[in-house]
C-alpha cells in the first residue's frame, strides 16, 4: 500500500510541475460557443496518464514495450493537437498504427480472421475517439475511468486473472491525482486530447485482452454509457447533416449541464454510477447469461434514457421562444 502512496505523490508532483510547463508556453484551453465551460483552463493534465504508464514500463520493459511504444504514439500526437490542431488524417493515422502495435502484442493477428480484425479496428479506433468526444466536462474523464478501471480491477482479482495488477492499478492513481485537479467547480486543467486519448488507449488495451482471454465480447459493456451515448450523437448529428469531428453540444451530458444547468460535477458523477451499475449486471451475469440477450437487456434502456435528449431539447427550445 504505501508503494502506491508514493506513486501518487510522484505523480502529484509531475502534474504540478506539468502546469509550470503549460502556464510558461500558454498551453490554454480558451472556451467558444460550444464549450461546456466559461473560464480560460490550463490544457493537457491528462498527460499525467501518459506519465504513469512510462513509470510501469521502466520496470516492466519486457513485457509491455509495444503497448508504451502505442500509447506514446497517440500521446505526442494528440498532445502536439492539443497545441496547435492537426487534421483527421494524421490523428487516424496515429491511432492506426497504435493500435497496430497491441493487436500484435495481443496476438490478435494470429488469434482471429480478417473479418473480425477489420471490425477490431473499426471499433478500437473508434472508441478511442468516442471516450475524446465525452470530455467535454468537469469531472466526467476521471470518474467514468475510475468506473472502468475498478471494474477491470474486480474482474482480474475476482472472475478471471488476465494481467498484472498493477498495469490497472497505475492507471486508477493516475486518474485519482487527476481527478484532484479536475474535479471542481473550477477545474485547475483539463485533461485534453492527450489525456482522454492516453486512457482511452489504455483501456482499450486491458478488454481487448481481457475479451481474448475469456473469449468474450461482453466486457465492451464496460464502456456501455459512453458507448451509448457517442454512438447515438453522431447518428443524430449524420441526420442533421453536420460534421462529426467539428465540436458541437448534442451529447446528452451537455444538454443536462449547458441547457439545464445541472452542475457538471453532478453530471459527471451520474454517468460514473451509471457505468458502475451496469458494470456490476455484466459481472454478476457473465456466464449466466446469453451474450447477445445481455447486450441487448443493457443497451436498449440506455437508448431509451438518451432519447429523452430530444424531448428536452424541444421543451428547452418552446421556452427559449
Not at 506513486?7 to 502529484?12: A, E, G, K, T
Not at 465540436?247 to 451537455?254: G, N, P
Not at 443536462?256 to 456490476?280: C, F, G, P
Request: charged share 10%; proline share 1%.
Amino acid at each position: 500500500m504505501i508503494y502506491y502512496v508514493i506513486l501518487f505523490f510522484i505523480l502529484f508532483i509531475i502534474e504540478l510541475l506539468y502546469f509550470k510547463v503549460a502556464d510558461r508556453f500558454n498551453i490554454i484551453d480558451k472556451p467558444n460557443l460550444r464549450s461546456s465551460h466559461t473560464e480560460i483552463t490550463l490544457r493537457g493534465g491528462g498527460i499525467i496518464f501518459w506519465f504513469s504508464a512510462l513509470l510501469y514500463f521502466v520496470q516492466n520493459i519486457k513485457y509491455n514495450y509495444l503497448f508504451f511504444i502505442g500509447i506514446t504514439v497517440v500521446s505526442l500526437v494528440s498532445f502536439w493537437d492539443d497545441i496547435q490542431s492537426l487534421s483527421n488524417k494524421i490523428r487516424i493515422s496515429a491511432h492506426f498504427l497504435a493500435i497496430t502495435l497491441i493487436f500484435y502484442d495481443l496476438d490478435v493477428f494470429n488469434s482471429i480472421n480478417i473479418f473480425w480484425i477489420v471490425g477490431a479496428y473499426i471499433l478500437a479506433i473508434g472508441t478511442i475517439n468516442a471516450y475524446n468526444f465525452m470530455d467535454g466536462i468537469n469531472g466526467i474523464t476521471g470518474l467514468y475511468t475510475l468506473s472502468v478501471l475498478g471494474s477491470l480491477w474486480f474482474v482480474n482479482k475476482n472472475v478471471q486473472l488476465f494481467i498484472d495488477a498493477d498495469f490497472i492499478i497505475y492507471g486508477i492513481i493516475a486518474s485519482l491525482v487527476f481527478l484532484f485537479f479536475n474535479y471542481r467547480k473550477r477545474a485547475k486543467c483539463f485533461a485534453g486530447d492527450v489525456g482522454s486519448i492516453a486512457i482511452a488507449f489504455w483501456i482499450i488495451y486491458l478488454i481487448l485482452k481481457l475479451i481474448l482471454v475469456t473469449n468474450s465480447i461482453i466486457w465492451f459493456l464496460f464502456l456501455a454509457v459512453y458507448g451509448v451515448d457517442a454512438m447515438c450523437t453522431i447518428l443524430h448529428r449524420l441526420y442533421l447533416k453536420q460534421n462529426i469531428f467539428e465540436a458541437h453540444r448534442l451529447h446528452f451530458y451537455q444538454i443536462l449541464s449547458n441547457e439545464y444547468k445541472i452542475q457538471h460535477r453532478v453530471v459527471a458523477l451520474i454517468y460514473a454510477i451509471m457505468q458502475t451499475i451496469i458494470s456490476i449486471v455484466v459481472i454478476l451475469l457473465y456466464p449466466k447469461m446469453d451474450t447477445i440477450v445481455l447486450l441487448v437487456l443493457i443497451t436498449l434502456p440506455l437508448i431509451l434514457i438518451y432519447s429523452l435528449k430530444f424531448y428536452m431539447i424541444r421543451s428547452v427550445n418552446l421556452k427559449i421562444s
